[in-house]
């Protein structure tokens, strides 16, 4: 695992500056803090401080920002429906997204322009510079090595507009169970649900023409959620989805939440059988929907593939998801692809330890997902 700071009791420690939710803009803070009744933990008062007067200063740019090129953003035309990376936490999307991200006709969210979205157009080589002397050389999740313009996820990008977003989950871990439920577009009001698509197309938009008109490439697991939020918002999006044996997604993924909740949280962290529960049920809810909701994908924009046969035979497999998606340039992009594979050496997992509890617990609630996905069932 990547070495990262600790404090006194072992639990990560970061600068502020690598909290995501730094880049909030202003109003959203606010709102999520009045959604919390202002609740944090004592020793957390200087960093919500902190943010407080970033996301204050910040603020005005971002309104500068907004008048600049508003109109222009909004007017932007998606030619090319985004294409989707789909799949739970720890499935691969992340290996897939910075493989296909090598082919130069995609446009994707980095560092910047996610986490410091509101403000990229005006102020990227600044904040490019601040976010890089914060993070670390390799995510501490998993050591794959970080840069400001490695890949990110997009969920940072609209949630610092939005409280309706799974990530505050981890600064806001006493409303955790809210925060899950408002992945799922139908445990959203009206109200929410129509600022969710507002602010989702326009963060797509924003990158958009940010990159030139370029075909926008995102993963963010929550998206596995909300297929059908997708479809109405991009009718011609394309969608890969990338799944992987549910124990060892499991197992990771608690890994993944025990990691986040030290590092983001302003109210303390869950204990450890609230964290396993959480991950088995969303686990379950997220591909219950998913499962439902795939069926309003076109014909012909949706491939599945599992993480092993990816692992085994990347450049065979992405082959495969150009062909079926009707995606053109994979014989131009494919010297990059595998140029990228090659840096990678002989990069391995980290390991977990499956316990009999978990494992029976994963056999009653999750069997049905082993079963669908193709794995054999833990005895």
């Not at 200087?46 to 090129?69: D, G, H, N, Q, R």
């Not at 980095?110 to 410091?116: G, I, P």
């Not at 998993?142 to 940072?156: A, F, G, H, R």
């Not at 871990?173 to 326009?202: C, H, I, L, W």
Request: hydrophobic share 35%.
């Amino acid at each position: 695992m990547a070495q990262i700071k600790k404090d006194k009791n072992g639990n990560p420690k970061y600068s502020i500056n690598g909290n995501y939710i730094t880049g909030c803009r202003f109003d959203n803070w606010i709102r999520l803090l009045w959604q919390n009744k202002f609740r944090v933990k004592p020793s957390c008062i200087w960093k919500v401080v902190y943010i407080t007067v970033v996301s204050l200063v910040m603020f005005i740019p971002a309104m500068i920002e907004k008048l600049i090129y508003g109109k222009r953003i909004k007017k932007t035309e998606i030619k090319n429906g985004p294409v989707f990376i789909l799949g739970h936490w720890r499935s691969g999307t992340t290996y897939l997204l910075n493989v296909m991200s090598k082919d130069e006709q995609f446009a994707y969210f980095d560092a910047v322009t996610t986490f410091t979205h509101n403000n990229f157009l005006l102020m990227g080589k600044l904040t490019r510079n601040i976010i890089g002397k914060s993070m670390p050389d390799k995510r501490p999740m998993d050591d794959i090595k970080y840069t400001t313009y490695v890949p990110q996820e997009e969920l940072y990008a609209y949630g610092s507009q939005i409280p309706e977003c799974i990530i505050h989950m981890s600064a806001f871990p006493n409303m955790a169970d809210y925060y899950r439920d408002m992945a799922f577009t139908k445990n959203m009001s009206e109200k929410q649900y129509s600022r969710f698509k507002r602010v989702y197309t326009g963060i797509i938009k924003k990158l958009t023409f940010a990159k030139g008109g370029k075909t926008v490439l995102v993963k963010s697991p929550d998206n596995t959620c909300h297929v059908d939020a997708l479809c109405e918002m991009f009718a011609n999006g394309k969608y890969i989805h990338i799944y992987r044996n549910p124990y060892k997604v499991i197992v990771s993924t608690i890994g993944l939440f025990k990691t986040m909740f030290p590092m983001f949280s302003l109210q303390g962290f869950p204990d450890d059988e609230y964290v396993e529960n959480y991950i088995v049920d969303l686990y379950g809810m997220l591909y219950d929907q998913y499962l439902k909701d795939k069926e309003r994908i076109p014909e012909g924009n949706l491939i599945e593939i599992s993480y092993e046969e990816f692992v085994k035979a990347p450049v065979d497999t992405l082959k495969n998801v150009y062909e079926t998606l009707g995606i053109e340039g994979f014989d131009e992009a494919k010297p990059k692809f595998e140029e990228y594979i090659e840096s990678l050496g002989d990069y391995k997992t980290n390991k977990f330890e499956l316990s009999d509890e978990l494992k029976n617990k994963i056999n009653t609630k999750l069997g049905r997902f082993v079963d669908h996905f193709g794995y054999e069932r833990l005895q």
